[in-house]
């Protein structure tokens, strides 16, 4: 057992780094910037020890349970302690004990939720196949992100919005005093931290699907969410700096949802009948969801002809190879059947729905119909 590869150091590094926000956040509650800073560099670390576990082909199982681990400390803790610095402020408690007020204990207990949950949400995702493509709930470091941004948000220096004020026209002192008025009666009110943690500890277990950042291929169609989000992204914080990280989260959660939404509108629209099914390319797709615990999903696509047989083995061949660790029970013959696992029905056709999107609409066949119904046991 190898315990130090390259991925296996990085990790530790954004573990470490993940450690000295906590320890500067506990020591330095006036400068709590600097813990979001190192936050941020464990984020960092975090993207950088999965792109060399995948570029040098060491993704093993230690490697995973320990990134795991270390995300519980730098996107569960380190946020946690921050926000607890925070709500210390607002209630203007210079140290915490169990003489104070019931109430106030609790409040400033509450950002224990971040760890709980971020725990109970990294756990289900190491047991979880079918997180590759998006993810079921909010991932941990997006949750982070929100929270690590609120000290740079809390000392954010309006005046330095040089360029929105020259591009949009804005009037600097009307900015500003909203900025501030933000900063000063909003931020230092414990109303203001309780909601969000209540939120983002519910949307981080919830069986709500949001779209990952990784790129199956560049097309723009397909990942037409991803880039919706990153070339926005880039334009909030480019105009608005660290204000803008806050607003980037919303805008990952909205863009989810809006996704999710057009998946399940998208599905009432298909046709109810395996009739409706036949196409003028000779070919047939079905999707078979059988009523289990864990469901799954069925493609079946009939071959009409020697030119279809030879594209539905091309079709095989990148499942095979594009799809190799979430797609599992391939079959061939009259049909070439995949088979996914799911925890619930949405998931399944949404993941399904991603699938058939990516390999179809690569291979021309984008005006295939597909029927999604339960299988019965």
């Excluded at 609120?150 to 020259?166: E, T």
């Excluded at 949009?168 to 933000?182: W, Y």
Aim: with cysteine; aromatic share 12%.
């Amino acid at each position: 057992m190898r315990f130090f590869t390259l991925p296996n150091i990085i990790t530790l590094l954004g573990l470490t780094s993940g450690s000295i926000a906590v320890f500067y956040a506990l020591n330095n509650p006036t400068k709590l910037y600097y813990a979001s800073y190192f936050i941020f560099l464990a984020m960092v670390f975090d993207f950088l020890d999965g792109f060399f576990a995948r570029l040098l082909n060491q993704r093993t199982k230690i490697g995973k349970e320990l990134d795991s681990l270390a995300d519980i400390v730098n996107f569960g803790v380190a946020p946690a302690v921050v926000v607890f610095q925070l709500l210390k402020i607002a209630l203007k408690v210079k140290e915490f004990n169990l003489n104070l007020p019931v109430e106030q204990i609790l409040v400033l207990l509450s950002p224990i939720l971040l760890i709980l949950f971020a725990a109970l949400r990294l756990a289900r995702y190491n047991v979880d196949k079918n997180q590759t493509e998006h993810f079921i709930g909010i991932p941990t470091p997006a949750v982070a992100a929100f929270f690590a941004s609120l000290p740079l948000v809390k000392d954010f220096d309006p005046g330095s919005l040089l360029v929105l004020y020259q591009w949009l026209d804005l009037v600097p002192f009307k900015v500003e005093m909203s900025i501030l008025a933000l900063e000063i009666f909003v931020m230092e009110s414990q109303w203001f931290y309780l909601p969000l943690v209540l939120f983002f500890s519910v949307l981080m277990i919830g069986n709500f699907p949001m779209f990952s950042l990784k790129f199956g291929n560049l097309n723009f169609k397909t990942n037409s969410v991803r880039y919706v989000f990153l070339i926005f992204s880039i334009i909030f914080l480019g105009l608005m700096q660290s204000f803008a990280i806050p607003l980037v989260i919303f805008m990952y959660i909205a863009l989810s949802a809006a996704q999710n939404i057009k998946h399940k509108l998208t599905q009432k629209k298909l046709p109810k009948q395996e009739e409706d099914l036949h196409l003028n390319d000779g070919f047939h797709l079905a999707l078979s969801l059988p009523e289990l615990k864990m469901y799954s999903a069925e493609i079946e696509i009939l071959p009409m002809s020697e030119v279809v047989q030879k594209r539905n083995e091309e079709i095989l061949r990148e499942i095979r190879s594009e799809y190799k660790d979430i797609i599992f029970n391939i079959k061939t013959g009259n049909f070439i059947t995949m088979r996914v696992e799911a925890e619930s029905e949405d998931v399944a056709k949404l993941r399904v729905g991603n699938v058939c999107a990516n390999i179809l609409t690569k291979h021309g066949l984008k005006d295939l119909q597909y029927n999604v119904h339960k299988l019965c046991n």
